[in-house]
Nanobody, 127 residues
Framework: QVQLDESGGGLVQTGGSVGLSCVAS????????MAWFRQVPGKERQFVAA????????YYADSVRGRFTISRDNAKNTVLLRMNSLTPEDTAGYYC????????????????????WGQGTQVTVSS
């Protein structure tokens, strides 16, 4: 069993930056894919970014590529998401998900692939 805890959300202005973190605890000594998804009321959860343990390969949604960076700190069992050049369209609850395997590219964007989820952290970008 794995527990995930997100933090770092808040209120920022358009063009600003926010860093999110997801700390994993429990049985973390497995292969993994960890990802960030976001969700706004009335819409389905949307893929943001993912990172794989085997080779550190990263994946990004087209809407955030070039602005967001996902990274890992293995010593701290933590995955980070640095979000730059924020716009109001980035406003959402951000959720960290984990799958205990190295997912292929076609699978990482599917939220149903992930077995563990954090409670989310809210990011609000003012116009």
């Amino acid at each position: 069993q794995v527990q995930l805890d997100e933090s770092g959300g808040g209120l920022v202005q358009t063009g600003g930056s926010v860093g999110l973190s997801c700390v994993a605890s429990g049985r973390t000594d497995t292969a993994y894919t960890m990802a960030w998804f976001r969700q706004v009321p009335g819409k389905e959860r949307q893929f943001v970014a993912a990172i794989r343990s085997g080779d550190g390969h990263t994946y990004y949604a087209d809407s955030v590529r070039g602005r967001f960076t996902i990274s890992r700190d293995n010593a701290k069992n933590t995955v980070l998401l640095r979000m730059n050049s924020l716009t109001p369209e980035d406003t959402a609850g951000y959720y960290c998900g984990r799958r205990n395997s190295n997912l292929i590219m076609s699978a990482v964007k599917n939220d149903r692939m992930y077995d563990y989820w954090g409670q989310g952290t809210q990011v609000t970008v003012s116009s």
